[in-house]
């Protein structure tokens, strides 16, 4: 099966979700940005690609997943991204860096497939995000690269977001949650693996602590279990 048909295949129609804003209209070219999977699980047919970074939001493992790495009755943690204004009214005591910025990937979706791959990324990020735009920055250009890039955010009044979490609280639900696409700790180390092999600065100290006692936790288990 193609990656066309792939889409076909796996994309009902669904209302999509509430957008921030629509700079984006049907019959014009359509870049995604991705930050969590959509990094390294590529669903959709693509011409051409940018790896890069954006201003002034966190990524976070602060979404829940009932749908993808987790169950309704024990839901999994994903990424969001979380302004950084917003993050530190909810972690007064670990600020975000000013200047620290989310890396990902943005991908150009094939001529003549933007409908098609819009409703299919509508419902595969159907579990509370919602559509935003951003611009997309590389290190050898002042400028963005590409702006008005469409990425899919879980805010935080959506009835997934998981709200303030300790990390060590994170980690152990993505040590322990699976759900239809796999494990959540499988989620969480492609994209460690796939942000180290993009860039050396592009693992931020968030996801690498994370992934550190995560790491820890599912080596405890299998311990314990022996």
């Given at each position: 099966?193609?990656?066309?048909?792939?889409?076909?295949?796996?994309?009902?129609?669904?209302?999509?979700?509430?957008?921030?804003?629509?700079?984006?209209?049907?019959?014009?070219?359509?870049?995604?940005?991705?930050?969590g999977?959509?990094?390294?699980?590529?669903?959709?047919?693509?011409?051409?690609?940018v790896?890069?970074?954006?201003?002034?939001?966190?990524r976070?493992?602060?979404?829940?997943?009932?749908?993808?790495?987790g169950?309704?009755?024990?839901?999994g943690?994903?990424?969001?991204?979380?302004?950084?204004?917003e993050?530190?009214?909810?972690?007064?005591?670990?600020?975000?860096?000013?200047d620290a910025?989310?890396?990902?990937?943005?991908y150009?979706?094939q001529?003549?497939?933007?409908?098609?791959?819009?409703?299919?990324?509508?419902?595969?990020?159907k579990?509370?995000y919602?559509?935003?735009?951003v611009?997309v920055f590389v290190?050898?250009?002042?400028?963005?690269?590409?702006?008005?890039v469409l990425?899919?955010?879980?805010?935080?009044?959506?009835?997934?977001?998981?709200?303030?979490?300790?990390?060590d609280?994170?980690?152990?639900?993505?040590?322990?949650?699976?759900?239809?696409?796999?494990?959540?700790?499988?989620?969480?180390?492609?994209?460690?693996?796939?942000?180290?092999?993009?860039?050396p600065?592009?693992?931020?100290?968030?996801?690498?602590?994370?992934?550190?006692?995560?790491?820890t936790?599912?080596?405890?288990?299998?311990?314990?279990?022996?």
């Open positions: 099966m193609t990656v066309s048909e792939t889409v076909s295949a796996q994309s009902p129609a669904v209302a999509a979700p509430t957008a921030v804003n629509t700079p984006w209209e049907d019959g014009q070219p359509l870049w995604v940005f991705g930050y999977s959509i990094i390294y699980r590529v669903d959709f047919p693509i011409e051409d690609q790896f890069g970074y954006i201003h002034s939001r966190k976070a493992f602060l979404q829940k997943s009932h749908d993808h790495r169950t309704p009755t024990r839901p943690r994903v990424c969001t991204l979380i302004p950084h204004t993050w530190n009214s909810m972690f007064p005591r670990d600020p975000a860096d000013p910025v989310c890396w990902g990937m943005a150009k979706v001529s003549g497939m933007e409908q098609q791959v819009k409703q299919h990324l509508d419902f595969r990020e579990d509370g919602t559509e935003d735009f611009d290190e050898q250009n002042e400028g963005p690269v590409v702006q008005k990425v899919y955010v879980g805010v935080s009044d959506n009835p997934s977001f998981a709200g303030p979490s300790t990390l609280e994170t980690a152990r639900v993505i040590a322990g949650a699976e759900g239809p696409s796999g494990t959540n700790r499988e989620y969480l180390f492609k994209l460690c693996d796939s942000l180290r092999l993009h860039h600065r592009a693992l931020d100290p968030y996801l690498a602590e994370l992934e550190t006692l995560v790491r936790y599912v080596a405890s288990d299998k311990h314990a279990l022996q």
